[in-house]
């Protein structure tokens, strides 16, 4: 009995429709990094596991899919360490490599081993695929593609206006005006000067982990995880106010400024919050609505300055990105800060999808069919097909001689515009796929010209 195929969960096959669709999202995508001045590279699939444990946090390294070690993987694993069935312990010894899970940990990698050769600061973008040992849902997936632009080598936040500027091209352009959209900004000094603020500096990472939990369990169930990271009460219920902030963002952050005068770390973030605003608000914004967000943290462990996330109502978070101030530092070369943003593509495809946003897309599929019921309509379409083809044209030919209403068929299925057939006579004819009016031409540039015009 033959094994129904399927795929691993998380993971999806495209189809031509979809592609054409995915494609027209990287498009506008890429030409906004290349307008902003970013050079594209691309690394591995793959990255030794040694690159991507601790980089990111406890919470991305649950995360990361681990690859077996070629041959047989067991036969060099310590007996006393197998015997203790520690798969922490284990896992060092029988994989060495792993699929990246996000593309910034890979670049700032690539940085360090080729810093000779980059003129800093360096603006590059990468779109790659990542993948995530997520629970699979609406919008999650476990092998999904990310747009990647960073900026590496400078310390100054009008880095981060830029990213937020292109943010907003890219989805004036997607969005057409006919979808809102919110791109949430805060910054991890702030959320650092909040945990010096209630006393619990110590307890950053629990604080940040479950704030980031916030729009996806709510408000008691992040005070409970709270609760269970062994804050004080008083702690606990100094932070409650800031997960019920009210006002617009220039309120906020004048609020955040009394609640962290005590915080070096915290006065810092705020003046760096307030410099984004203040110039987005001189520059103007074509469709973003920008807002300061004091719960945002950002699960990956790596920021350290302005962290962003862009929202539409009832999806997941569909970019973000932030600061890192050292992240090159793992792999030996210190105080290099960067900053960057990353694009879901497959998120975004959702949204444009669910919101009927996609254009009409004319020229990804065949534009032309030459019917094929005779040898001789192949001596007479072979050398036409390949004309329109030299011209830019999307063009078949049938490829067996078969029935017309079989190739008819074959043509509506396939959405071709355009068929080109012959009559007896050999005169030679097109109609439009939807028409039954058949228009005669003798020459291929009376064809050309009329499928042009």
């Known amino acids: 009995m033959s094994q129904k195929p399927s795929i691993p969960k998380g993971t999806r096959d495209f189809s031509p429709i979809e592609m054409a669709r995915r494609n027209y999202i990287f498009d506008v995508i890429k030409k906004s990094f290349k307008k902003y001045g970013f050079q594209q590279i691309e690394t591995p699939a793959m990255e030794n596991l040694s690159t991507l444990v601790g980089t990111g946090g406890e919470e991305s390294d649950k995360l990361i899919f681990k690859i077996l070690n070629s041959g047989d993987y067991l036969a060099k694993v310590d007996k006393n360490a ?10 060092h010894q029988i ?21 000779n050769d980059i003129t800093f600061p360096f603006r590059r973008f990468q779109i ?32 981060e206006v830029d990213l937020i500027k292109m943010i907003d091209d890219v989805f004036t352009e997607l ?32 604080i940040t982990v479950a704030i980031d939990k916030l729009d996806k369990i709510g408000v008691d169930k992040v005070l409970d995880e709270l609760k269970e990271k062994n804050l004080s009460t008083e702690s606990i219920q100094s932070l409650k106010p800031l997960f019920e902030l009210q006002g617009n963002s220039t309120e906020k952050i004048m609020f955040l400024a009394g609640f962290l005068s005590c915080s070096e770390i915290g006065k810092k973030g705020i003046e760096e919050l307030e410099f984004v605003f203040e110039t987005l608000q001189k520059l103007g914004l074509k469709t973003a609505k920008v ?5 945002l943290a ?9 962290i962003i996330e862009v929202k539409v109502e009832n999806f997941p978070s569909i970019t973000g990105g932030g600061r890192y101030d050292d992240l090159t530092g793992t792999f030996g070369l210190k105080n290099v800060s960067g900053v960057g943003i990353s694009f879901g593509a497959d998120r975004i495809y959702d949204v444009l999808l669910d919101n009927n946003l996609y254009p009409e897309f004319k020229g990804d599929s065949t534009q032309v069919l030459f019917t094929n019921q005779s040898s001789a309509d192949e001596s007479r379409f072979l050398p036409m097909l390949f004309a329109l083809r030299d011209v830019g044209i999307n063009a078949e030919i049938y490829t067996e001689q078969a029935k017309w209403q079989k ?4 043509a509506d299925k396939k959405g071709v515009k355009y068929i080109v057939s012959a009559n007896e006579k050999g005169e030679t004819f097109m109609k439009s796929n939807d028409s039954t009016e058949k228009i005669p031409f003798k020459t291929i540039n009376e064809l050309i010209s009329f499928i042009t015009k």
Request: proline share 4%.
């Open 128 to 159: 790659q695929p990542v993948w995530r040992a997520d629970r699979p849902q609406k919008g999650r997936y476990r092998e999904f593609y990310q747009c990647d632009a960073d900026i590496i080598g400078s310390d100054s936040l009008l880095n």
């Open 407 to 410: 190739q008819m068929i074959f």
């Open 291 to 295: 807002i300061f967000d004091p719960t």
């Open 95 to 115: 994989s060495e490599k792993a699929l990246h899970y996000d593309l910034t940990v890979p670049f700032a990698r690539y940085v360090v081993q080729n810093q």
């Open 82 to 91: 197998f015997s203790t069935q520690n798969s922490s312990i284990i896992t």
């Open 175 to 206: 969005f057409q005006g006919k979808l809102n959209y919110s791109i949430s900004i805060n910054n991890r000094k702030v959320l650092s000067g909040i945990a010096e603020a209630v006393g619990e500096k110590n307890k950053l990472t629990d």
């Open 298 to 306: 950002r699960g990956l462990g790596y920021y350290t300055g302005t």
